[in-house]
Every structure is written in structure tokens, then in C-alpha cells.
């Protein structure tokens, strides 16, 4: 059983445009109320929420009319949570939070939850969660405690060679491989309403090995789905952990969506 509330106190999304991103409880709060009150903590996710609403606002103010904007979705399948319901929607009022809908389901209806919402990035901080969601095709990345050091006023996303899905890749589904890269022509189109500089959205590619050739062909193969990058390396085989440091993404596209990393 899957139960969906909206909260009134953000106006709604164009379902039909906007990229749904949904996001679990225990990543949104703490599971202990602050002192003396009914309000939840903050948790990892708060970064990412912060940002996700900055770029909205970016949007709205070169557009009033846009419709194009990422849309929160909180889930939790745990049935104490649910029963605290109230205490939840009390706490994304008092932080100031732009979760559009609280979607309540139990564990083994978790996947139909996405489904039903048409969620099309999914974060975590249970990696059997993200697993099932990213083997049902929605993009997934976990979050943990370095997701808090990440930036609020620009959303970085990092992709890798890998993640390019390729117009043969036979080993995807049609109907996953479709989802995915209607995803990124969106990612690609938010990014293109901005110049080149002073945008809250920055796209970084990073090769692992195979050079510049390699490196140009991921450039192509984003472009041709309406995805420019504002940074790109090579690192010839050298380790990621240096660059990923530097570059603080809020999440990471692998594995040709497959798995994300946050």
C-alpha cells in the first residue's frame, strides 16, 4: 500500500516537466526530535536540499512561468516513522524545506512507490535500498556524512565516461535506457537556460583511462543528448579520490546508471 500526501505549504509541480527527486526520511533528519519539541533534527541530505531549492530559484527568476524544476518527494517505509507523520511534516515546515509530497509505503511496496511518483533520482542513505531502486532503473546514489561538506548554492553532478549510454548498448532494457536518457536531456536543458558563467547547476566529466580519445567521445555522446559540460579531465588511470576531493560533487554517474555514487 502506497499512500502519497501533498503539502500545502509548497505549491505544486507540472508533474509532466519537472525531474522528481525523491529522498528517504533518515537522509532528510535525524531520528531524534530536537530538545523540549516534535521537530527532527537535519541530516545528510540538507546540502542537496538546499541546493536543488537554489536551483529552482535560479529558474523561477529568469522565468516565473518555468515549469521545468526539480520537484522533492520524503519516503520512508518504516511504519514508526508513518505514525509520526504529523511530527515529520511539522519539521520540513520548520526548517523550510521544499518537499512537495510525503509518500508512506510499506517495505515491499518501497519500488512502487518510485514507480507511482515517476521518480527519476532517488537518494539514500541504505545501500539495499538504492541496489533495488537502481535494478528497477531509477538512478540512485547513497548519501552519508561527507554529502554534508558538499556546496549549497551550485548543484554539482559528476559524470563519468561510463555513464554515457551508447545508442547499441543492448545489455539496457529500452524502456530503462529511454528513462535514462530523457534524465539527462533534462539535466541538459536546466543547465542550458544558464551561460557559462554564474550557473547553479556545473557538470563535470572524468575519464579514468583511455585518454583524449576516449574523453572526446563522452563529450559527443553527452552533447548528442543536450548535455554540455562546464569542466572535463583525463585522468590517464590515475585515481579518483584526489579529483572527487576537489570537486565535492553531490553525486556521481557510473556504471551506465547502473549505480550512482554520492
Given at each position: 500500500m502506497v499512500s502519497t500526501v501533498q503539502n500545502s505549504d509548497v505549491k505544486q509541480k507540472d508533474v509532466d516537466q519537472a525531474v522528481v527527486v525523491a529522498v528517504t526520511f533518515t537522509a532528510v533528519f535525524e531520528p531524534e526530535a530536537e530538545d523540549g519539541s516534535s521537530v527532527y533534527r537535519l541530516g545528510v541530505?540538507?546540502?542537496?536540499?538546499?541546493?536543488?531549492?537554489?536551483?529552482?530559484?535560479?529558474?523561477?527568476?529568469?522565468?516565473?512561468?518555468?515549469?521545468?524544476?526539480?520537484?522533492?518527494?520524503?519516503?520512508?517505509?518504516?511504519?514508526?516513522q508513518q505514525q509520526q507523520s504529523s511530527s515529520i511534516i511539522k519539521s520540513t515546515r520548520h526548517h523550510g524545506l521544499e518537499v512537495s509530497r510525503f509518500c508512506f509505503s510499506r517495505e515491499e511496496d518501497f519500488i512502487e512507490s518510485l514507480v507511482q511518483n515517476n521518480v527519476q533520482l532517488f537518494f539514500t542513505t541504505d545501500e539495499n535500498k538504492a541496489l533495488q531502486a537502481t535494478q528497477q532503473g531509477v538512478?540512485?546514489?547513497?548519501?552519508?556524512?561527507?554529502?554534508?561538506?558538499?556546496?549549497?548554492?551550485?548543484?554539482?553532478?559528476?559524470?563519468?565516461?561510463?555513464?554515457?549510454?551508447?545508442?547499441?548498448?543492448?545489455?539496457?532494457?529500452?524502456?530503462?535506457?529511454?528513462?535514462?536518457?530523457?534524465?539527462?536531456?533534462?539535466l541538459g536543458q536546466m543547465r542550458q537556460k544558464f551561460g557559462i558563467f554564474d550557473s547553479p547547476l556545473c557538470?563535470?566529466?572524468?575519464?579514468?583511462?583511455?585518454?583524449?580519445?576516449?574523453?572526446?567521445?563522452?563529450?559527443?555522446?553527452?552533447?548528442?543528448?543536450?548535455?554540455?559540460?562546464?569542466?572535463?579531465?583525463?585522468?590517464?588511470?590515475?585515481?579518483?579520490?584526489?579529483?572527487?576531493?576537489?570537486?565535492?560533487?553531490?553525486?556521481?554517474?557510473?556504471?551506465?546508471?547502473?549505480?550512482?555514487?554520492?
Amino acid at each position: 500500500m502506497v499512500s502519497t500526501v501533498q503539502n500545502s505549504d509548497v505549491k505544486q509541480k507540472d508533474v509532466d516537466q519537472a525531474v522528481v527527486v525523491a529522498v528517504t526520511f533518515t537522509a532528510v533528519f535525524e531520528p531524534e526530535a530536537e530538545d523540549g519539541s516534535s521537530v527532527y533534527r537535519l541530516g545528510v541530505a540538507l546540502p542537496l536540499l538546499q541546493v536543488l531549492q537554489r536551483v529552482n530559484e535560479r529558474l523561477l527568476e529568469k522565468n516565473p512561468a518555468e515549469h521545468q524544476l526539480f520537484d522533492i518527494i520524503l519516503i520512508t517505509t518504516d511504519s514508526w516513522q508513518q505514525q509520526q507523520s504529523s511530527s515529520i511534516i511539522k519539521s520540513t515546515r520548520h526548517h523550510g524545506l521544499e518537499v512537495s509530497r510525503f509518500c508512506f509505503s510499506r517495505e515491499e511496496d518501497f519500488i512502487e512507490s518510485l514507480v507511482q511518483n515517476n521518480v527519476q533520482l532517488f537518494f539514500t542513505t541504505d545501500e539495499n535500498k538504492a541496489l533495488q531502486a537502481t535494478q528497477q532503473g531509477v538512478p540512485s546514489a547513497l548519501l552519508d556524512k561527507n554529502s554534508v561538506s558538499c556546496p549549497s548554492e551550485q548543484l554539482r553532478v559528476l559524470f563519468c565516461e561510463n555513464t554515457i549510454i551508447q545508442p547499441n548498448a543492448g545489455s539496457i532494457e529500452a524502456s530503462k535506457k529511454s528513462a535514462q536518457q530523457s534524465f539527462l536531456a533534462q539535466l541538459g536543458q536546466m543547465r542550458q537556460k544558464f551561460g557559462i558563467f554564474d550557473s547553479p547547476l556545473c557538470f563535470t566529466l572524468v575519464t579514468s583511462r583511455g585518454g583524449k580519445d576516449s574523453c572526446c567521445s563522452a563529450l559527443k555522446s553527452l552533447r548528442s543528448l543536450g548535455v554540455s559540460v562546464d569542466e572535463a579531465y583525463c585522468l590517464g588511470g590515475a585515481p579518483h579520490t584526489p579529483i572527487l576531493s576537489l570537486l565535492r560533487p553531490h553525486f556521481l554517474l557510473s556504471e551506465g546508471f547502473n549505480l550512482l555514487e554520492g
